[in-house]
């Protein structure tokens, strides 16, 4: 399984839309077995989503992200996980614990609307 983070300095992006960079996990069960990140430097929607979707993700968990964005990155195949707040790795923790969503790290103000449940670990 490989998993995203979009991240600023150690905590999750507030928009997937503008973020600068992804934290990348890939996990073997029950292990993490490599971790790098990547960096977004497209700015253009569309060249972004090509971008993320070449990185063969799984899951991605972000912030906040337009709804144009989130159906283009759906329509690779990704799982997107948004209106995530905190500490980029409490946030990991949380998610490979299956608590994400009974977690704390909600964004004031959103609603848990966005996870999917085949999005688990």
């Known amino acids: 399984m490989r998993i995203a983070i979009s991240i600023w300095e150690d905590k999750i992006s507030p928009v997937l839309d503008t973020a ?3 934290l990348i ?3 073997d069960n029950p292990k ?3 971790r790098s990140e990547a ?3 497209e700015q253009d929607i569309s060249q972004r989503c090509s971008f993320i979707g070449r990185l063969d993700l799984d899951v991605l968990i972000c912030g906040a992200v337009s709804s144009q964005f989130r159906e283009m990155l759906k329509a690779c195949g990704i799982n997107i996980i948004s ?3 905190g500490p980029a790795e409490d946030v990991l923790d949380a998610y490979l614990q299956g608590t994400l969503p009974h977690s704390g790290f909600f964004m004031p103000g959103c ?3 966005h996870f999917d449940q085949s999005s688990q670990p």
């Open 25 to 27: 996990i890939d996990k």
């Open 39 to 41: 960096n977004l430097i």
């Open 111 to 113: 609603e848990w609307n």
């Open 20 to 22: 600068s960079k992804l």
């Open 32 to 34: 993490e077995s490599s």
């Open 83 to 85: 209106g995530i707040s």
